[in-house]
């Protein structure tokens, strides 16, 4: 769902949850040495846009942000995993109260 895409394959707004998380499971990946550009790719978004945000998620104290060869590095702090480890469990209710009745009914039958 970070993709921003349903599982039918549309296209999806992303919601500013599904943003921060995203941008936090990306510099994740780095182990503390996530250059604003490399974030911008992995979260696919422009770096102007991202900029923003990430200083939303430093004000937050979910990343922090350190000097590496006079350039900007971003880390994820223990609150940032909280919130991530929140997110994907929130993101599993979602899921199942926005599934298809339906669908669930067949899938028993089946």
């Not at 937050?60 to 942000?65: D, I, R, V």
């Not at 979602?94 to 339906?102: H, S």
Request: charged share 30%; proline share 5%.
């Amino acid at each position: 769902m970070l993709n921003g895409r349903e599982g039918s394959g549309t296209p999806r707004r992303r919601e500013a949850t599904d943003l921060y998380a995203t941008v936090l499971e990306v510099v994740k990946r780095y182990h503390g040495a996530a250059r604003i550009t490399r974030v911008s790719y992995g979260a696919g978004m422009p770096v102007d846009r991202l900029r923003s945000l990430v200083e939303r998620l430093v004000s937050l104290g979910l990343l922090k942000t350190e000097d590496l060869d006079g350039r900007p590095v971003y880390d994820i702090t223990p609150r940032g995993q909280e919130f991530l480890s929140t997110y994907w469990k929130m993101r599993g209710f979602i899921e199942v109260l926005e599934a298809n009745p339906e669908d669930r009914i067949s899938r028993r039958r089946g």
